[in-house]
């Protein structure tokens, strides 16, 4: 590399230093990211320079997998349904203390290793998430997102911590509800006016055909989502991925980014310009 493409590299990085400095950033962080210990390290190390560049992050995080082993190891065989988990009272005490106690912690420890300074919570904390059950009638331990109280998210944010939530929901009678983290992070994204919404994936992005990665939407608008939902392409664990998008463009983010998250520093990569990397969504 010579001179003039150093000094090219270096106003690029101070272009996006610039760009994304005081900006709010909600990331979802789940699947292979989570699972492969190498990743993991990759996605970590990501969330700490883009904190020390500026950015104020606020990572939810899934832990499907950690969940389905506990669940394994006490002969307890996991129900989905268009890609929600089915959770009785039962599995309930399972997915809180995996997602609240297990991975919560683990990431909030990987985080404060380094010079940033992370706080771990759940739907409990500061009545952070209510949730709303999705039946009222039945034992199933599911539910939407009915209000998001952001207060203690704007007092760590403005202290330069990064909030680590389990996708936790509370009811007004205590009880703890399993709210898909996708939701999740969408209401939050909304709730504290984030600037951008990005979504780690095990996939590349959205796929007109899910067998040919030559087919992926490097850009789409809320109408073509629409389109693309009601013809089936978009379908499974995609479908809340991209529902909760819509909401998110709809309350006023201007931008949700769904990346793969099997791609180390991907996370990085998603906020340089000249680099094309999953789906962006706009309005």
């Known amino acids: 590399m010579n001179y003039s493409d150093k000094l090219a590299s270096f106003y690029e990085i101070q272009s996006i230093l610039q760009d994304i400095r005081g900006k709010r950033v909600v990331i979802k962080y789940g699947g292979a990211a989570m699972k492969n210990h190498r990743l993991t390290e990759r996605v970590i190390k990501n969330m700490i320079l883009l904190r020390e560049m500026g950015l104020q992050c606020v990572i939810v995080h899934g832990g499907g997998p950690a969940i389905n082993d506990w669940l394994k190891k006490l002969s307890i065989q996991p129900e989905f349904h268009e890609g929600i988990r089915i959770t009785d009272p039962e599995t309930m005490q399972i997915v809180q203390m995996v997602l609240a106690g297990q991975v919560n912690k683990n990431l909030v420890a990987l985080l404060n290793e380094s010079t940033v300074k992370a ?40 202290h330069d911590y ?33 600037d951008m919404l990005i979504m780690l994936t095990d996939t590349p992005g959205i796929l007109l055909d899910s067998n040919d990665t030559s087919t992926l939407l490097e850009h789409v608008n809320i109408r073509k989502i629409y389109q693309l939902i009601e013809s089936g392409i978009i379908h ?42 999953g789906t962006s969504i706009v309005n």
């Open 236 to 277: 499974g664990g995609m479908l809340p991925k991209v529902k909760s998008c819509l909401k998110v463009i709809d309350s006023g983010v201007r931008t949700v980014k769904i990346i793969d998250g099997r791609i180390p520093d991907s996370l990085i990569l998603s906020f340089m310009p000249e680099v094309s990397i």
């Open 119 to 158: 706080v771990g919570l759940s739907g409990h904390d500061g009545k952070l998430i209510t949730a709303l059950p999705i039946d009222q009638e039945s034992n199933n331990r599911v539910a939407n997102v009915k209000a998001i109280d952001n207060e203690i998210l704007d007092v760590l944010l403005s």
């Open 162 to 194: 990064i909030p680590v939530i389990a996708p936790i929901g509370v009811d007004t009678s205590g009880l703890s509800y399993n709210i898909n983290a996708d939701v999740v992070a969408g209401y939050i994204a909304s709730a504290i006016n984030a």
